[in-house]
């Protein structure tokens, strides 16, 4: 209990502290969630732990010495022509341990080039990539992971590359069906720049969160703490007594989710995330933006979910993903 406490408290406290965000940073990108089911709960989850391949990406240490042989498959419809794909897979060595390999790319489509005289010079692509590689531990009710991250960003025929790692952790309680995720996110260096004069950083990001299920609830509930090193810059029109209050300002750090176990081969997921409501909001109302819902179904060795994230009403972002448990087929040679 003096644990959770501890764990408790560092979230409160980090919810106090400040830095900046709000287009200072390149490669934000990474922040897109890469799965249906980090979309479903709202967009980021650190806490979740042995549940889902996918959210190593989220927290190295999300999936302890287990899942060894699965792989899993994402796509991401994101706006307009901008999609994002990705891949995930964990393997055990024997006495090396068990590792994990991943990427994560988001495409931003063709794009319309014009110079200063507003003269057509035809379209360009843009793109940016992510390929890490890592390892995660369990030692009794605590699990420690690291993620080494190549970096790619591309813009017509400008670059930037940049290697980064996360660090995190995840608490696992001995008795009670409740576990506590710490991460530190792109901790690293931007080694090459789009142009000389440019000056690129890393979205570093410091993220801890709680997940549990009440007993003889078929529930179980997320609360995550984000950017917590830095503040969110607030736009706001009207009065000054308009402008948000204490508690508008740290709930915009916080994400909850909450998933709808109907059993072990199906359920629901839902989650609420306030910035993006507060920040995507049209003055005659929100139009959904900040939920977003989603499910899972599992078939032999396969897993199925999907997920749709509100962030406008121009529209919303629709993910898949599909996972598979290699163990039950390739070394068995059937499903």
């Known amino acids: 209990m003096n644990k959770i406490i501890i764990i408790a408290g560092l979230l409160f406290t980090c919810l106090t502290t400040y830095g900046q965000v709000g287009g200072r940073r390149s490669f934000e990108f990474m922040n897109v969630p890469s799965s249906a089911r980090a979309a479903g709960l709202g967009g980021v989850n650190v806490s979740l732990y042995n549940e889902d391949i996918n959210l190593l990406y989220n927290n190295p240490a999300a999936v302890g010495d287990s899942l060894g042989g699965y792989v899993s498959f994402n796509y991401l419809s994101y706006f307009a022509d901008v999609n994002a794909v990705s891949f995930v897979y ?9 590792w994990y390999i991943g ?128 503040e969110n810059d607030i736009y706001y029109g009207g009065a000054d007594e308009d402008a948000p209050g204490t508690f508008d300002k740290v709930f915009r750090h916080v994400v909850v989710g909450a998933e709808l176990l109907i059993s072990k081969n199906l359920n629901f997921r839902f989650g609420y995330n306030h910035l993006i409501r507060e920040e995507l909001k049209l003055e005659d109302g929100a139009h959904g933006a900040g939920f ?5 179904f599992r078939i032999k060795a396969f897993e199925f979910a999907y997920s749709r994230g509100g962030y406008h009403a121009a529209g919303a972002s629709n993910s898949f993903t599909i996972t598979a448990n290699t163990n039950l087929f390739l070394r068995k040679g059937k499903i």
């Open 90 to 98: 964990k393997h055990d060595f024997d006495k090396w341990g068990s």
């Open 292 to 296: 977003s819902y989603g499910l899972m």
């Open 103 to 230: 990427t994560h790319h988001l495409g931003y489509g063709d794009i319309d080039s014009y110079d200063d005289t507003g003269a057509a010079l035809g379209d360009f692509s843009a793109g940016e990539t992510v390929f890490y590689i890592g390892k995660s531990h369990q030692i009794g009710s605590f699990t420690m992971g690291a993620t080494l991250k190549y970096i790619n960003s591309s813009i017509d025929a400008y670059s930037a590359n940049a290697l980064a790692m996360d660090l995190g952790g995840v608490f696992k309680h001995p008795t009670l069906n409740l576990t506590a995720g710490l991460v530190f996110k792109n901790i690293g260096v931007v080694f090459s720049d789009y142009t000389e004069t440019a000056d690129s950083r890393l979205p570093f990001d410091l993220q801890a969160g709680v997940s549990f299920k009440p007993e003889h609830m078929p529930f179980r509930f997320s609360f995550t703490g984000y950017n917590l090193a830095r």
